[in-house]
């Protein structure tokens, strides 16, 4: 059985993470094939893609076992070879990611899940980190993208206690999206994906970007972005189409170029 599950459909890529009897818990082997299959969502005709979990769970994190059975030796490579180019292809993609959480997303699998541009998470999924546990610190860009999405204060307190957090506080807070009932996860997560995949993907890739430089610019070199990424938003066949479709009074058909 394959780790790492990856279909593309009309423009669609739906990644899963496929280890259900371990909640989807992290092996090398898997990091490396969530890696090569966000690498082909970029060389791809991809317009949009969806990471998700088989089974229950989204992803419980990284398998201890594994852990036990290499020495804790590993440690020493498994963030800069596997863990932190995942979460680099997931926020240098240039075009959408959406994260359906359908389970626990616990520790690295949590902070994966926030990395992505979108988080749709059903009403029986939970957030987790974990890491203080069993003596670690949280990982895989947790601790940038956690005070960023919730504050500083919530940020602290989850990860020195390790509370779980329903997916209900994790709307509230502003941490994901949005939070579906059971029933109609998979289809509202669809209808997501159908919306974004007909939207002018260049411009998405542009928005992502130019929200990535807002943590670190100031006001003047925010604008300075802002105005070279709308030069390059400009010079795209959607910007051409967007404005034809506005004036022809009809809906416009993106190409995503």
């Known amino acids: 059985m394959n780790s790492i599950e990856l279909s593309i459909d009309q423009g669609i890529a739906r990644i899963f993470l496929n280890r259900p009897e371990t909640l989807n818990a992290f092996t090398r082997e898997m990091a490396t094939r969530l890696l090569e299959a966000l690498e082909r969502c970029a060389n791809e005709d991809v317009r949009v893609v969806i990471i998700s979990g088989r089974g229950r769970g989204f992803c419980s994190g ?11 030796a590993m440690m020493e ?11 680099q292809a997931i926020n240098y993609l240039k075009k959408p990611v959406i994260a359906a959480v359908n389970g626990v997303a616990a520790g690295a699998g949590a902070n994966i899940a926030l990395n992505c541009d979108i988080v749709v998470a059903s009403e029986s999924a939970s957030f987790v980190q974990a890491f203080s546990k069993i003596g670690l610190i949280p990982d895989s860009g947790g601790t940038y993208v956690l005070p960023r999405l919730i504050g500083m204060q919530k940020a602290k307190a989850i990860m020195f206690t390790g509370e779980k957090i329903s997916a209900k506080d994790a709307e509230a807070w502003g941490m994901i999206y949005k939070t579906v009932a ?11 994906a159908q919306q974004l995949r007909e939207m002018p993907t260049k411009a ?8 990535a430089g807002s943590v670190r ?22 910007f051409k189409e967007g404005v034809a479709a506005f004036l022809e009074g009809r809906k416009p058909e993106f190409k995503g170029k």
Do not use: C
């Not at 059971?182 to 997501?192: C, G, P, R, Y």
């Not at 998405?204 to 929200?211: E, H, R």
């Open 204 to 211: 998405l890739g542009l928005i992502k970007q130019a929200l």
């Open 182 to 192: 059971a029933d109609s996860f998979e289809s509202e997560v669809e209808k997501l």
């Open 217 to 238: 610019n100031d006001l003047e070199s925010q604008l300075e972005l802002e105005d070279r990424l709308q030069q390059e938003a400009a010079n795209s066949e959607d």
């Open 62 to 72: 990284q398998d201890l076992a594994e852990v036990k059975e290499l020495g804790i």
């Open 77 to 87: 490579t498994q963030l800069s070879d596997y863990y932190n180019p995942i979460v």
